[in-house]
């Protein structure tokens, strides 16, 4: 089969799965390799669509209630260069909107019909919603609205207005007045879609959704108007009445006050604008009116919202308020000062580097060369953050010298942003390493987060660089397999002893860092089974690993692996020497998408088997549909699915993903116990899960396939890639059984 008509044929398997395609179903005919005639119908309504996933090259925006021959045409005639296969569907679980249409079409310039299929349908008045169901596709989409009779809907609604409450002699209403506005479109019209009204002359137009109730004593003008599904909109009419205080002995004015907010010097003066909010309170009759004014001279003007002052200098606001009764309140009087925000930092940091270390005849650096990258700000707002490239990798947060120690060839880019959000021009240093000097360090593990942590205890103490250049942590071993808990501790006390001779920790940190090894049970019953690298950065653990679908995964000289560099499409890399039932899996990820952009990835757990699975003809999606992932995006946009979130399950938001700085390393562990999983970011547990079997997998955009929330007890593990633009690296991948 033509590599085209393989893929459209997979990805019609797809939708079939979602229940977004079916052969044949209501509204629509199955791929042959002649369209049926289609039977006369009323009116044939077609859209086109080609190379772009933003829209449909055509579709109608009318149409009249009754049968219908819809024409969906995506082919070389229409513009598809590309083979890209796409769907028309019309939306039926979306209130707002018609849904007893059931059509979903799936047309690919490679398919049996050429790109060119035809269904018949029965159009009821109102309005359609429909779009392109496959992913990455979500911007095609559009509206049909459908009218009674034979053309377009043209005449505006009809409006009415009700006014009601107790009346006295003059007609005048006696504490509140209750305005009912209804509005009928003609028969054959496309609906109501709007009622609106507005308070005064000038007020604000806002949507109707119950009787308005008028309680201010005072003169009043409410408008109206309405609007049909056409979008034909009424002329706006008005309702004008009178309310009157109710019969009283209040004899007391309003109680008032105010203050004033904004962004400070510490002068006390306000930076470009001061808001002023005023209120009032009155136990008698209530308050009618809040009035202020600007100035000694200003005229008083009705306070309807908080009053924000921009003026540059020193200001007087003036407020009262006046009861129902008419009893009014004293003035009193708000004093403060708005001065100029100073100049806006428009000027990049300016940024230097120094390589330092023994160097040979040639200039090369001896076993290692060490980069310090310094950056000032001249704008006024000052340094924000420093950021280096080494070798073309990802700019990552720079915070101490960089020690090179690769023999080669290296460029080290570097740049500086300000807290204005200048960023400096890159700038690169060139510079050669040559064999000699110290070997790189020999850490026992990869740690390198903020703080020393004990097992799960966190000590609070800094997670410095010691001499040999590897972290506290490194040197503490708190996954490596003690035998006995006195053992572990004997270990810490002869690192600490090491660490406190050479000036690394003190006293106090020195003994902080003993509880929390005391506290953390490292080596007791229970926690005597270790962690086992799964990946350690050997090309021998890499080769363990197996691929499977698109993109790709690419081992680095520095130990990590890094996904979507080569190859684009959505595919996973799978580690199939065992399956695991309850464990603790931790790995170190790094979000390296190009430009500003956030990459998109995730690690499944527990999915059966990918090759030859019967359920399943793409192994890539296997994990997908019958295992669980547990979801890496720090995006602010897009998918609802965030970091540490069970994907179609159970959601964590952004804010409780506990994002970090783009191209640092995130520690990742994720536990399962029975069918209880546990995730933790950086030691932060950020998500729990309870998979209770039988749910209902609930994808974000409808465009992904379903899981079937089996209750498995063990499984695999995977990294998921999602193509070029969704880069990521991980390292230090290990897992132990519970």
Same mark, same amino acid.
């Given at each position: 089969?033509?590599?085209?008509?393989?893929?459209?044929?997979?990805?019609?398997?797809?939708?079939?799965?979602?229940?977004?395609?079916?052969?044949?179903?209501?509204?629509?005919?199955?791929?042959?390799?002649?369209?049926?005639?289609?039977?006369?119908?009323?009116?044939?309504?077609?859209?086109?669509?080609?190379?772009?996933?933003?829209?449909?090259?055509?579709?109608?925006?009318?149409?009249?209630?009754?049968?219908?021959?819809?024409?969906?045409?995506?082919?070389?005639? &229409?513009?598809?260069?590309?083979?890209?296969?796409?769907?028309?569907?019309?939306?039926?679980?979306?209130?707002?909107?018609?849904?007893?249409?059931?059509?979903?079409?799936?047309?690919?310039?490679?398919?049996?019909?050429?790109?060119?299929?035809?269904?018949?349908?029965?159009?009821?008045?109102?309005?359609?919603?429909?779009?392109?169901?496959?992913?990455?596709?979500?911007?095609?989409?559009?509206?049909?609205?459908?009218?009674?009779?034979?053309?377009?809907?043209?005449?505006?609604?009809?409006?009415?207005?009700?006014?009601?409450?107790?009346?006295?002699?003059?007609?005048?209403?006696?504490?509140?007045?209750?305005?009912?506005?209804?509005?009928?479109?003609?028969?054959?019209?496309?609906?109501?879609?709007?009622?609106?009204?507005?308070?005064?002359?000038?007020?604000?137009?806002?949507?109707?959704?119950?009787?308005?109730?008028?309680?201010?004593?005072?003169?009043?003008?409410?408008?109206?108007?309405?609007?049909?599904?056409?979008?034909?909109?009424?002329?706006?009419?008005?309702?004008?009445?009178?309310?009157?205080?109710?019969?009283?002995?209040?004899?007391?004015?309003?109680?008032?006050?105010?203050?004033?907010?904004?962004?400070?010097?510490?002068?006390?003066?306000?930076?470009?604008?001061?808001?002023?909010?005023?209120?009032?309170?009155?136990?008698?009759?209530?308050?009618? &009116?809040?009035?202020?004014?600007?100035?000694?001279?200003?005229?008083?003007?009705?306070?309807?919202?908080?009053?924000?002052?921009?003026?540059?200098?020193?200001?007087?606001?003036?407020?009262?308020?006046?009861?129902?009764?008419?009893?009014?309140?004293?003035?009193?009087?708000?004093?403060?000062?708005?001065?100029?925000?100073?100049?806006?930092?428009?000027?990049?940091?300016?940024?230097?580097?120094?390589?330092?270390?023994?160097?040979?005849?040639?200039?090369?650096?001896?076993?290692?060369?060490?980069?310090?990258?310094?950056?000032?700000?001249?704008?006024?707002?000052?340094?924000?953050?420093?950021?280096?490239?080494?070798?073309?990798?990802?700019?990552?947060?720079?915070?101490?010298?960089?020690?090179?120690?690769?023999?080669?060839?290296?460029?080290?880019?570097?740049?500086?942003?300000?807290?204005?959000?200048?960023?400096?021009?890159?700038? &690169?240093?060139?510079?050669?390493?040559?064999?000699?000097?110290?070997?790189?360090?020999?850490?026992?593990?990869?740690?390198?987060?903020?703080?020393?942590?004990?097992?799960?205890?966190?000590?609070?103490?800094?997670?410095?660089?010691?001499?040999?250049?590897?972290?506290?942590?490194?040197?503490?071993?708190?996954?490596?397999?003690?035998?006995?808990?006195?053992?572990?501790?004997?270990?810490?006390?002869?690192?600490?002893?090491?660490?406190?001779?050479?000036?690394?920790?003190?006293?106090?940190?020195?003994?902080?860092?003993?509880?929390?090894?005391?506290?953390?049970?490292?080596?007791?019953?229970?926690?005597?089974?270790?962690?086992?690298?799964?990946?350690?950065?050997?090309?021998?653990?890499?080769?363990?690993?197996?691929?499977?679908?698109?993109?790709?995964?690419?081992?680095?000289?520095?130990?990590?692996?890094?996904?979507?560099?080569?190859?684009?499409?959505?595919?996973?890399?799978?580690?199939?020497?065992?399956?695991?039932?309850?464990?603790?899996?931790?790995?170190?990820?790094?979000?390296?998408?190009?430009?500003?952009?956030?990459?998109?990835?995730?690690?499944?757990?527990?999915?059966?088997?990918?090759?030859?699975?019967?359920?399943?003809?793409?192994?890539?999606?296997?994990?997908?549909?019958?295992?669980?992932?547990?979801?890496?995006?720090?995006?602010?946009?897009?998918?609802?699915?965030?970091?540490?979130?069970?994907?179609?399950?159970?959601?964590?938001?952004?804010?409780?993903?506990?994002?970090?700085?783009?191209?640092?390393?995130?520690?990742?562990?994720?536990?399962?116990?029975?069918?209880?999983?546990?995730?933790?970011?950086?030691?932060?547990?950020?998500?729990?899960?309870?998979?209770?079997?039988?749910?209902?997998?609930?994808?974000?955009?409808?465009?992904?396939?379903?899981?079937?929330?089996?209750?498995?007890?063990?499984?695999?593990?995977?990294?998921?890639?999602?193509?070029?633009?969704?880069?990521?690296?991980?390292?230090?991948?290990?897992?132990?059984?519970?």
């Amino acid at each position: 089969m033509p590599r085209g008509r393989l893929l459209t044929a997979l990805l019609a398997a797809v939708l079939m799965m979602l229940g977004l395609a079916s052969a044949p179903a209501l509204g629509q005919q199955s791929a042959a390799p002649k369209a049926p005639a289609a039977p006369a119908a009323e009116q044939t309504l077609t859209w086109t669509a080609g190379d772009p996933i933003d829209r449909y090259l055509s579709a109608p925006k009318t149409a009249v209630a009754g049968p219908a021959t819809i024409v969906f045409e995506n082919s070389t005639a &229409t513009g598809n260069t590309t083979g890209m296969p796409h769907t028309l569907t019309f939306v039926t679980s979306d209130p707002e909107f018609n849904g007893d249409v059931q059509l979903n079409i799936l047309a690919s310039p490679s398919d049996a019909n050429g790109g060119k299929h035809t269904a018949q349908v029965n159009l009821t008045p109102g309005r359609y919603f429909y779009h392109c169901t496959i992913p990455g596709h979500g911007m095609m989409q559009g509206i049909l609205v459908v009218t009674e009779g034979s053309g377009e809907d043209t005449t505006a609604p009809q409006t009415d207005v009700q006014v009601t409450g107790t009346q006295n002699t003059q007609g005048e209403y006696v504490g509140a007045a209750t305005v009912a506005v209804t509005a009928t479109d003609e028969a054959g019209g496309s609906g109501v879609d709007r009622i609106e009204y507005a308070l005064g002359d000038d007020g604000a137009w806002q949507p109707y959704t119950a009787p308005v109730v008028v309680d201010q004593v005072g003169a009043h003008k409410v408008r109206y108007r309405a609007a049909d599904k056409a979008g034909n909109v009424a002329a706006e009419k008005a309702a004008q009445f009178t309310v009157i205080a109710p019969p009283t002995d209040d004899t007391t004015a309003p109680d008032t006050s105010a203050t004033v907010t904004g962004e400070r010097n510490p002068d006390g003066t306000y930076i470009d604008m001061a808001t002023v909010t005023v209120s009032a309170s009155d136990t008698g009759s209530g308050v009618n &009116t809040i009035e202020y004014a600007i100035g000694a001279d200003g005229a008083w003007q009705p306070y309807t919202a908080p009053v924000m002052v921009h003026q540059v200098g020193a200001h007087t606001v003036r407020y009262r308020a006046t009861d129902k009764a008419g009893n009014v309140a004293a003035v009193k009087s708000v004093q403060f000062t708005v001065v100029a925000a100073p100049p806006k930092d428009t000027t990049a940091p300016v940024t230097g580097i120094a390589v330092d270390g023994a160097r040979n005849s040639d200039g090369a650096y001896i076993g290692n060369a060490k980069v310090t990258v310094t950056a000032t700000d001249e704008g006024g707002s000052g340094v924000d953050r420093i950021e280096y490239s080494l070798d073309g990798g990802p700019y990552l947060a720079y915070s101490a010298p960089v020690v090179v120690d690769r023999a080669g060839a290296h460029a080290l880019a570097y740049r500086a942003t300000d807290k204005a959000g200048n960023t400096a021009a890159a700038r &690169t240093a060139y510079f050669t390493v040559v064999s000699g000097g110290p070997p790189p360090p020999a850490c026992a593990e990869y740690d390198e987060r903020l703080t020393v942590i004990v097992g799960t205890v966190d000590s609070g103490v800094p997670n410095r660089l010691t001499q040999n250049r590897c972290r506290i942590n490194e040197l503490i071993e708190d996954e490596k397999q003690w035998t006995s808990h006195a053992l572990f501790l004997k270990h810490v006390k002869t690192v600490l002893d090491k660490l406190r001779r050479d000036g690394v920790i003190d006293t106090r940190e020195y003994n902080t860092i003993t509880r929390a090894a005391k506290q953390s049970g490292i080596g007791t019953p229970g926690q005597t089974t270790g962690y086992r690298p799964l990946f350690d950065g050997t090309a021998g653990s890499f080769a363990k690993w197996q691929h499977v679908g698109g993109g790709s995964f690419g081992l680095n000289a520095d130990g990590s692996m890094t996904s979507g560099t080569t190859k684009g499409g959505l595919g996973m890399l799978w580690f199939p020497q065992r399956k695991y039932g309850d464990f603790s899996l931790r790995l170190q990820w790094r979000d390296d998408a190009p430009g500003t952009g956030n990459a998109n990835s995730g690690v499944f757990v527990r999915f059966p088997g990918v090759l030859n699975h019967p359920e399943e003809s793409r192994p890539e999606w296997v994990a997908i549909k019958f295992g669980h992932e547990v979801q890496v995006l720090d995006r602010p946009d897009g998918d609802m699915y965030k970091t540490g979130s069970v994907y179609g399950f159970d959601r964590v938001g952004l804010a409780g993903a506990g994002v970090t700085q783009k191209g640092t390393w995130n520690d990742y562990e994720i536990r399962v116990v029975d069918q209880h999983y546990s995730v933790y970011r950086n030691g932060v547990l950020i998500n729990e899960f309870e998979n209770s079997g039988g749910q209902e997998f609930v994808p974000p955009r409808g465009d992904d396939p379903g899981t079937d929330g089996r209750r498995y007890a063990s499984g695999y593990i995977g990294l998921q890639v999602h193509g070029t633009t969704d880069v990521i690296s991980y390292r230090d991948i290990r897992i132990k059984d519970l």
